[in-house]
């Protein structure tokens, strides 16, 4: 966390057992109950995904209309619907 309203980001998703994966890094600001990136794309919007904290600690991504995807993500492969249960939480 930089500040308690932003944080820096790194999301590195490989899906469809390795083939197709999803990368993005940045800054995102605090909004309730988690944290959004946000980019302007040029040709293509303005990518949001939000970072979304559960009241159990379980994290999950929402890329409302995939503008995200478009541009981080390979062919197969999306940040909506990425969700960590809080059983999957390991120690550094």
């Excluded at 993005?24 to 990518?47: F, H, K, N, P, Q």
Aim: aromatic content about 6%.
């Amino acid at each position: 966390m930089v500040s308690a309203s932003q944080a820096e980001i790194v999301v590195n998703s490989v899906q469809s057992r390795g083939a197709h994966m999803c990368n993005l890094s940045g800054m995102a600001e605090a909004m309730s109950g988690g944290w959004r990136y946000t980019e302007r794309i040029d040709g293509v919007g303005d990518c949001q995904l939000d970072i979304l904290i559960g009241e159990d600690r379980s994290v999950r991504m929402v890329d409302r209309d995939w503008t995200c995807k478009a541009y981080h993500c390979g062919a197969r492969a999306a940040f909506d619907h990425i969700e960590f249960a809080p059983s999957s939480e390991r120690g550094c």
